[in-house]
């Protein structure tokens, strides 16, 4: 009888004993997990200028993370060292390659799509030359403290910043005029300065349509809510290098084009500065962080410290 009880007191231990050993590990991988996915940083990366590549996103360590914000570090005090493009071309090509490094290029884009991208390949160098000469010869900048620059790269880091197509905001500025028409009588001294917003849009949305090139987005720097009754500027660091010389901002800044209304799912009616037209290249974006960067081309930017 007590052999009996023995043997049945050994198989219960020995079934407790398989079952520690099955069990432990499985809370320790849940532990593990569960930490894990709290020290992940999401980044997010959109190519602009181009179709047929989706968004990707990667989930970065936090040691990855710490290494890829160091390289945008250096990546920025090498572009403030140079002065011209041809210095500036090789920087940007090295940025996608590192970028490939954290699998963070658009889903089926390869390095080398991702390098024509982002230092503008269907622009001529010819053609940029000569442009370059008319531009410098024609062209005098009389406020320095505004970046004022064409057919450029450009690159940054800054909040309160928003891309979005032209013709998508055309439209939305179009409901408007209505109002406008009944609220002052220089209202088409405003149209005329505007004319070249919907002469732009249409062109966008042309090529767009019906070649299949995508003329790329307009960024936005800088906004009013309504409901808040409170001016906000971007804030952060852009660098351009284009027709107009190297041309950056840090600090607080506006684009220096104020669009009316501005309409967005994340806030109720807005005000809000255009300060970059045509921007083809990436947009990084990182769930921990308000700021965005971006590295490309752009046809003209235009921001400043002042608000227009």
């Known amino acids: 009888m007590k052999n009996n009880w023995?043997?049945?007191?050994?198989?219960?231990?020995?079934?407790?004993?398989?079952?520690?050993?099955?069990?432990?590990?499985?809370?320790?991988?849940?532990?593990?997990?569960?930490?894990?996915?709290?020290?992940?940083?999401?980044?997010?990366?959109q190519a602009c200028g181009i179709k047929g590549y989706g968004n990707t996103t990667v989930k970065l360590s936090r040691e990855q993370y710490q290494d890829l914000e160091q390289y945008l570090v250096e990546f920025r005090a090498r572009l403030n060292k140079i002065t011209t493009r041809e210095e500036a071309v090789p920087i940007f090509k090295e940025a996608v390659v590192?970028?490939?490094?954290?699998?963070?290029?658009?889903?089926g884009m390869s390095v080398e799509k991702a390098k024509e991208l982002v230092i503008g390949g269907s622009q001529k160098q010819n053609i940029l030359n000569l442009l370059e000469k008319v531009f410098t010869k024609y062209y005098k900048e009389t406020n320095?403290?505004?970046?004022?620059?064409?057919?450029?790269?450009?690159?940054?880091?800054?909040?309160?910043?928003?891309?979005?197509?032209?013709?998508?905001?055309?439209?939305?500025?179009?409901f408007m005029l209505n109002d406008l028409l009944w609220l002052s009588p220089y209202v088409f001294l405003w149209l005329l300065s505007s004319l070249m917003i919907p002469l732009e849009a249409i062109v966008y949305f042309l090529t767009?349509?019906?070649?299949?090139?995508?003329?790329?987005?307009?960024?936005?720097?800088?906004?009013?809510?309504?409901?808040?009754?409170?001016?906000?500027?971007?804030?952060?660091?852009v660098s351009t290098i284009g027709l107009n010389g190297k041309k950056n901002i840090t600090g607080s800044f506006w684009g220096q084009k104020i669009v009316n209304w501005?309409?967005?799912?994340e806030w109720e009616m807005n005000?809000?500065?255009?300060?970059?037209?045509?921007?083809?290249?990436?947009?990084?974006?990182i769930n921990?962080?308000?700021?965005?960067?971006?590295?490309?081309?752009?046809?003209?930017?235009?921001i400043g410290p002042d608000r227009p």
């Open 6 to 45: 023995v043997k049945k007191s050994l198989v219960v231990s020995v079934i407790l004993l398989f079952l520690g050993v099955a069990v432990a590990p499985s809370i320790n991988v849940n532990v593990v997990k569960a930490s894990d996915d709290n020290d992940l940083v999401e980044v997010t990366t």
């Open 98 to 107: 590192e970028l490939n490094k954290y699998g963070l290029l658009p889903k």
């Open 144 to 174: 320095t403290s505004i970046v004022h620059n064409f057919f450029c790269l450009i690159t940054g880091e800054t909040n309160r910043t928003n891309f979005l197509k032209p013709i998508h905001w055309l439209i939305f500025n179009s």
């Open 208 to 237: 767009d349509t019906y070649t299949g090139f995508h003329s790329g987005l307009s960024i936005f720097f800088g906004n009013y809510p309504y409901s808040l009754d409170e001016y906000t500027p971007a804030q952060g660091w």
């Open 262 to 265: 501005w309409s967005n799912e």
């Open 271 to 285: 005000y809000t500065w255009r300060g970059c037209v045509g921007f083809t290249g990436l947009i990084l974006t």
């Open 288 to 302: 921990t962080s308000t700021y965005t960067n971006y590295i490309g081309t752009a046809l003209s930017v235009n």
